[in-house]
């Protein structure tokens, strides 16, 4: 079948956009990739957008007929995709199972939320409790700060993982979003500030967790046959592999792990004939520290419980081993839930066009995304090469 | 938010929350709380009801200092993940004991609590908590 590639980026800056409401900052985002492509909303032939709750942070559901209508996407099917914090990177996977199947030659790839409207931070920790078990976890007092600290908490437990080894990552993290001039957050923090700020949910501390946030994501996506009319660098779609698990985190016997990510990396490894050493480096779901961890541990890139050892010995710094997260990851960079599959890609096809500045690899070959919703009861890998 | 005040979704859920009632596979004999349909292990359609006992111990547990909607009155709380007896796991709070007792490993029973207190639809919503195995119930020694 045909090969798929990005051919087109755009994000918009993370954070607390008060001036912008849903449609504009995705329209922004929209705007700024098919600038990137040379392309018009006439080449676009389908549209797919991921988003975890538009319904709930602003009230507004259809909301692939509403952005395609605001981006001037006349007629064109658009399609909402829904898997929680991985709506964005299913939304990618479905086009491209379009023009893999020959359907389409051009779709265009939207992540968005826009969390900051929510009154109230219990109401934000509620909706997005809503990614949980509903009657049986978020009901019972779980919230997802709390269902990865459970996890953080066995991690711990079993491999004798720190605490200041949690608090690397994101140091780490924020280290790289300093260069990233659509982070949310383009600060430099201590180990000792991680620890010292206030507990969420026990051992994670505020600045363990990703923040609330506003944005939206888009890449254009294009057939072999019509590429390279857009840009003479596209970065290609070599694997994608999703997996799914049980939706309530007490339902797995193995707290250390989600095995969703490990079936959907080898699936993706299988479809690119790859393995976990050959990625130059790789976008990882950091909604939580303990969660960067257990990611490099599950696509193979260390052996399980030597995660944290590895993050705090610096291995996944930019110019490390494998470099992960050199965007900043969702710690620093912001995630707004729907756009962070998108936002990944948009990292990725950066830092394969050598477009990265300051927060480039050293000539990366083949980069990875890998994005989770819930507490890793979906999971989609996709990896990509010059 | 609208759902947490919505009576039906609480009083279908009654017997379950109240009785720790689950089901159990006719065909392979797996039990699983909360009950389900269809078995996952062996697509058996055939459950009958399992009550479980409600002891067990907690696998990995956290202290929640910032609650969803409708728990802010009752933070910081135990949460623990419980692995009961027969061998299915649950979510659940851990109560009577202080927060630096709660260990992964402790032994805990199920009791019936009030989970949420605060609704407009004037329903206060009980289900099961866990307390330390052998709480003392009652104090029946006069002084």
Redesign the interface.
């Known amino acids: 079948m045909r090969k798929v590639a990005v051919v087109g980026i755009g994000m918009t800056k993370f954070g607390e956009l008060w001036d912008y409401n849903l449609r504009d900052i995705f329209t922004m985002a929209a705007i700024e990739a098919m600038d990137d492509t040379g392309c018009t909303t006439k080449d676009i032939e389908a549209f797919y957008v991921g988003s975890m709750s538009a319904g ?1 942070f602003v009230g507004q559901e259809h909301i692939g007929a509403l952005l395609a209508d605001y981006t001037g996407l006349k007629h064109v099917p658009a399609t909402r995709v829904e898997g929680a914090c991985a709506s964005g990177g299913i939304a990618l996977r479905e086009a491209y199972f379009a023009i893999k199947a020959g359907e389409y030659d051009v779709v265009m790839v939207g992540g968005i939320e826009k969390m900051s409207d929510l009154p ?4 934000v ?3 997005l ?1 809503a990614a949980a078990d ?10 997802f ?2 269902a990865y ?3 953080a ?2 991690h711990m ?1 079993r491999y004798g993982t720190t605490r200041e080894q949690l608090a690397s990552v994101a140091v780490k993290n924020h280290k790289n979003g300093k260069n990233n001039p659509k982070a949310q957050f383009r600060r430099e923090i201590t180990v000792e500030q991680v620890l010292a700020s ?7 501390t505020l600045l363990d967790c990703s923040p609330v946030s506003d944005g939206g994501a888009v890449a254009i996506v294009a057939s072999e046959d019509v590429a390279r009319k857009f840009t003479d660098t596209p970065v290609w779609i070599t694997g994608s592999g999703q997996a799914g698990d049980t939706i ?4 797995r016997k193995d ?1 250390t792990t989600l095995p969703a990510a490990k079936f959907a990396s080898e699936r993706a490894y299988s479809a690119a004939n790859i393995g976990p050493k050959d990625v130059g480096f790789a976008e990882v779901h950091d909604c939580f520290t303990i969660a960067e961890i257990v990611a490099t541990e599950d696509l193979g890139f260390f052996p399980a419980g030597e995660g944290g050892k590895a993050a705090e010995d610096g291995l996944t710094e930019v110019d490390g081993q494998i470099p992960v997260n050199p965007s900043g990851g969702l710690k620093s960079k912001g995630h707004p839930v729907g756009a962070t599959g998108v936002a990944q890609v948009v990292s990725v096809v950066e830092q394969l066009r050598g477009e990265a500045e300051k927060r480039q690899v050293n000539a990366p070959n083949i980069g990875l995304t890998h994005n989770i919703g819930g507490s890793g009861a979906t999971c989609v890998v996709h990896i990509f090469s010059r | 938010m609208g759902h947490l005040e919505s009576v039906p979704l609480f009083w279908r859920r009654m017997k379950a929350l109240y009785t720790l009632t689950g089901v159990e596979c006719s065909n392979c004999g797996e039990k699983y709380f909360p009950p389900r349909l269809i078995c996952p292990e062996c697509s058996g359609k055939e459950m009958k009801d399992f009550k479980f006992k409600g002891k067990g111990k907690v696998v990995s547990y956290s202290i929640i200092e910032v609650p969803p909607q409708g728990l802010e009155y009752q933070t910081p709380y135990g949460l623990a993940i419980v692995e009961l007896d027969e061998g299915p796991r649950v979510t659940g709070q851990v109560v009577g004991c202080t927060l630096e007792e709660i260990k992964a490993g402790m032994r805990v029973e199920a009791t019936l609590r009030k989970i949420i207190a605060i609704n407009k639809a004037g329903v206060i919503q009980y289900g099961f908590k866990f307390r330390p195995e052998g709480y003392p119930v009652f104090n029946t020694e006069v002084t």
């Not at chain 1, 509903?134 to 919230?143: H, I, K, P, R, V």
């Not at chain 1, 309530?248 to 339902?251: E, I, K, V």
């Open positions: 709930r109230t931070t219990e109401e920790t509620t909706t409790g509903q009657e049986w976890e978020t009901f019972m007092g779980l919230t700060p709390g600290a459970l996890i908490k066995a437990n206030s507990v969420v949910a026990d051992p994670l309530a985190l007490h339902d707290l």
